[in-house]
Nanobody, 121 residues
Framework: QVQLVESGGGLVQPGGSLRLSCATSGFTFSSYTMNWYRQVLGKERELVASIRSAGDSTNYADSVKGRFTIFRNNAKNTVYLQMNSLEVEDTAVYYC??????????????WGQGTQVTVSS
């Protein structure tokens, strides 16, 4: 049974920091690209950050570059999102995603339940 469980969300003041965690089980974590998405009610889900399976390559949305860092621990089957210098515009539900394409197009795509991040004074 595949599980992705996010934690670490909450209420923080502008300029503050939070670290999100996504603990996973039920699949070969070290073979998957891991992603953090976020969604604001009424808007499309946005890709925030990605990290390749070996942890050797990361990508970020322009809006979070220099403020957010994605990293993973393959021994613990966990991916993290360190969020610094938080802004009101970062308020959203944050989702953990595991994705792998095998062969010519078989997609494995798993999602967590989301964790709320609210940035407000």
């Amino acid at each position: 049974q595949v599980q992705l469980v996010e934690s670490g969300g909450g209420l923080v003041q502008p300029g503050g920091s939070l670290r999100l965690s996504c603990a996973t089980s039920g699949f070969t974590f070290s073979s998957y690209t891991m992603n953090w998405y976020r969604q604001v009610l009424g808007k499309e889900r946005e890709l925030v950050a990605s990290i390749r399976s070996a942890g050797d390559s990361t990508n970020y949305a322009d809006s979070v570059k220099g403020r957010f860092t994605i990293f993973r621990n393959n021994a613990k089957n966990t991916v993290y999102l360190q969020m610094n210098s938080l802004e009101v515009e970062d308020t959203a539900v944050y989702y953990c995603n595991a994705r792998r394409i095998v062969g010519i197009g078989t997609l494995y795509d798993y999602w967590g339940q989301g964790t709320q991040v609210t940035v407000s004074s």
